[in-house]
């Protein structure tokens, strides 16, 4: 079957510092690939997106890219803020079923 | 657009006790979901609906019942509930067709003693 594997956490940063979250995947056929974002009380919200190899998904600064060779799709970010602390979850989407596959997710922290 | 919403808010039961959590999307999406979120292991699928009249079992069904009367609602029954079903639910829902992006809803906190 499917499944997400996303770096461990939680991750602490300070203001300004570069951010990357592994993720890597196995799926059958061809997947969208997603990222979500939850802050603390709310339900998760879609941070961004990619439905094909070599295709980049980028919002808010933070940007992945569908690397259908090494099964991943890392979110990165070249400066994060104290108002990106959040848990962030990659996902992928199948098609034939539509139903999504969750990471456990990861927590980050960003300090002043 | 209020997009996806939950009721109630917070729940608490006692262990025997039954409910049901009502979720609404006003996008006319024809996919539906609710989800369990336990501490450290993610998003957990329960049931999910492709449309009007449909369900169909997730990841971990048992103890929880579906119905989809009407497409914009989604309702979740828990007909005797266990102290295990502590847990924050959340519906979401998807345009039919894909890449199945999901709208969440805020979610719903329900503590089984």
């Known amino acids: 079957g499917n499944s997400v594997t996303q770096m461990e956490g939680p991750v602490t940063l300070s203001e300004e510092a570069f951010l990357t979250i592994n993720c890597t995947y196995t799926?059958?056929?061809?997947?969208?690939l997603f990222w979500y974002v939850q802050y603390p009380g709310e339900g998760l919200q879609l941070l961004l997106k990619?439905?094909?190899?070599?295709d980049k998904g980028s919002n808010k600064g933070f940007e992945a890219t569908y690397r259908k060779e090494t099964t991943s799709f890392h979110l990165e970010k070249g400066s994060v803020q104290v108002s990106d602390s959040a848990v962030y979850f990659c996902?992928?989407?199948?098609?034939?079923?539509?139903?999504?596959?969750f990471g456990d997710g990861t927590t980050l922290t960003v300090k002043p | 657009n209020a997009g996806v919403t939950q009721t109630p808010k917070f729940r608490v039961l006692k262990t025997g006790q039954s409910m049901t959590l009502l979720c609404a999307q006003d996008?006319?999406?024809?996919?539906m979901y609710w989800y369990r979120q336990d501490p450290g292991m993610g998003l957990r699928l329960i049931h999910y609906?492709?449309?009007?009249?449909?369900?169909a079992k997730g990841e971990v069904p048992d103890g929880y019942n579906v119905s989809r009367l009407k497409k914009q609602n989604f309702l979740l029954g828990l007909e005797s509930a266990a102290p295990s079903q502590t847990s924050v639910y959340f519906c979401?829902?998807?345009?039919?067709?894909?890449?199945?992006?999901?709208?969440f809803g805020p979610g719903t906190r329900l503590t089984v003693t």
């Open positions: 979401a829902s998807s345009f039919e067709g894909g890449p199945y992006e999901q709208y």
């Open positions: 990619a439905t094909k190899a070599d």
């Open positions: 799926a059958t056929g061809y997947p969208s």
């Open positions: 996008m006319n999406h024809e996919y």
């Open positions: 609906s492709v449309g009007e009249g449909t369900t």
């Open positions: 996902a992928l989407s199948d098609w034939n079923a539509g139903k999504s596959t």
